[in-house]
Structures are given as structure tokens and as C-alpha cells.
């Protein structure tokens, strides 16, 4: 076990893990990072998973992403239309209908997919359904029977 420090690197067989760090400003009282987002690839497939990071992180320009999988802030929407080449799918993390409201992740899956598919035009969107598969009581205001796990757009 060691500390990852800037970008770390990790290879099981053709898997590559690479921490991306120091980059969303979440650090310690020792100034340690407390967040970090992975690149994770294996041959030709891609994919950046912001974790708990809010945003992306710098250096994506130019990579091949099949899949970015973050939050679906305006800076994070604005970053990913200026990725070149565009990722093929935008999976949108933390998209929850919190009860109560007020928080900003707090969205309802198919109204978020069809708002982040307008503006990544070429990009399927994905926004998986957590309450679907996880509700949180039988009382809970928005939880509704469905067979789906994902509110799904294709490129447009």
C-alpha cells in the first residue's frame, strides 16, 4: 500500500489504474489529498471515474474515453463538450430524488438524461436509477415500481 502522489499508477495484467490526484482541491489538515478520480484502461477501452471529485480532471484532452462516469455539474458538462475526441457515454453519478430537497445532485434521472443529452449532442447518456434498484422505504414519494435501472438516451 503507498500514498498515490500527483498520478499514480497501477497494472494488473492489461489493466491500468491510474489515480489522478491533487487536482479538486480536497486536502487534509496535513495536506494530504482526500480525493482522487481513476483512469482506468485495459487494451482499447477507457474510462474516467471522477469518484467523489466533483469535477474532471485536467489532462483528458486528446484520450479516447468510452465512458465518463461524474456528476452532472454545469462545469463537468462544459469540460466533457470540450474533450476532443468526445467521449461516447456520460454516465451521470449521484442523480437522486433527495427527500427533502434542496441539494443539487438531488434530480430525477430521466428529466437529467434528456437535459444533459441536449447539451452533449453525439454522447449517449446514461443516469442509472438507484431507487429503482435500492429504495429507500415503501413510502418514499418518488419511489416507483419499474423494471428499469438506467435512464438511457442514445446520441443524438
Same mark, same amino acid.
Given at each position: 500500500l503507498s500514498e498515490a502522489r500527483g498520478t499514480s499508477c497501477l497494472e494488473i495484467g %492489461?489493466?491500468?489504474?491510474?489515480?489522478?490526484? +491533487?487536482?479538486?482541491?480536497?486536502?487534509d489538515e496535513q495536506d494530504r489529498m482526500n480525493k482522487f478520480s481513476l483512469l482506468?484502461?485495459?487494451?482499447?477501452?477507457?474510462?474516467?471515474? !471522477?469518484? %467523489?471529485? &466533483? &469535477?474532471?480532471?485536467?489532462?483528458?484532452?486528446?484520450? &479516447?474515453?468510452?465512458a465518463v462516469f461524474s456528476w452532472s !455539474? @454545469?462545469?463537468?458538462?462544459?469540460?466533457? +463538450?470540450?474533450?476532443? @475526441?468526445? @467521449?461516447?457515454?456520460?454516465?451521470?453519478?449521484?442523480?437522486?430524488?433527495? !427527500?427533502?430537497?434542496?441539494?443539487?445532485?438531488?434530480?430525477? @434521472?430521466?428529466?437529467?438524461?434528456?437535459?444533459?443529452?441536449?447539451?452533449?449532442?453525439g454522447v449517449e447518456v446514461l443516469v442509472p436509477n438507484r431507487e429503482a434498484a435500492f429504495p429507500f422505504s415503501e413510502g418514499h414519494a418518488s419511489n416507483k415500481a419499474t423494471t428499469e435501472s438506467c435512464a438511457s438516451l442514445p446520441a443524438r
Open positions: %492489461d489493466l491500468r489504474l491510474t489515480a489522478l490526484c +491533487r487536482y479538486d482541491n480536497s486536502f482506468i484502461e485495459s487494451g482499447d477501452t477507457a474510462l474516467c471515474y !471522477s469518484a %467523489d471529485c &466533483h &469535477h474532471l480532471p485536467p489532462g483528458l484532452t486528446g484520450k &479516447h474515453l468510452d !455539474s @454545469p462545469e463537468t458538462v462544459e469540460r466533457i +463538450r470540450t474533450l476532443a @475526441p468526445l @467521449p461516447r457515454r456520460f454516465v451521470v453519478m449521484h442523480c437522486d430524488d433527495h !427527500s427533502p430537497g434542496g441539494f443539487w445532485c438531488g434530480k430525477y @434521472p430521466l428529466t437529467e438524461a434528456e437535459i444533459v443529452a441536449g447539451m452533449l449532442p
